[in-house]
């Protein structure tokens, strides 16, 4: 007996091809700036998680937010994704620190908890005081379920959802 195996490869992104896109997710829009396709060149996701792309991350979502003017008037924080396996350094809080001093918001660390580790329905707990204007980030975006748990959450609130890469 003659076995096939099909190997999917792995999906890589080209940094310097900055395409944003508006995606719909349940009921958010999420703005993303980059997307990973099959292809042969390029970074790995883990590649692109690195601590020497925080800057390249934090400076192109600081340029997205303000040539798109996402931040209106008004009182605003960013928090990320939470942390679900990362222990120690973690990609999105540091993109999220740097956003911040770059746009002069506050970054509010671990301001949401995943309550349990689900990749497709992960509850979400908020533990953090917020402004009214709040914008979440993301670093990678796949089934959007990490955002659309954290926008139930922020209902109350005028949130604006932003990730780095699209991996749909």
Not at 10 to 21: I, M
Not at 42 to 70: D, I, R, W
Not at 135 to 158: A, E, F, H, P, Q
């Amino acid at each position: 007996m003659t076995r096939i195996f099909s190997h999917k490869r792995e999906l890589r992104v080209d940094l310097s091809d900055f395409s944003p896109n508006v995606y719909k997710l349940k009921d958010i829009d999420c703005i993303t700036l980059w997307r990973a396709r099959d292809m042969d060149t390029g970074l790995s996701l883990k590649e692109c998680k690195q601590p020497g792309n925080v800057e390249l991350f934090a400076s192109t979502m600081a340029y997205a937010v303000t040539t798109l003017g996402l931040l209106t008037p008004g009182e605003w924080a960013i928090v990320s994704a939470p942390r679900r396996r990362h222990r120690g350094w973690h990609f999105s809080s540091e993109v999220c620190r740097r956003l911040g001093e770059l746009l002069d918001v506050p970054f509010i660390d671990r301001a949401f908890v995943a309550v349990n580790r689900s990749r497709l329905d992960p509850w979400m707990m908020l533990r953090a005081e917020l402004p009214p204007n709040v914008l979440v980030v993301d670093d990678i975006v796949t089934t959007g379920s990490t955002l659309i748990g954290m926008s139930k959450r922020l209902k109350d609130r005028n949130a604006v959802y932003l990730a780095g890469i699209s991996n749909r």
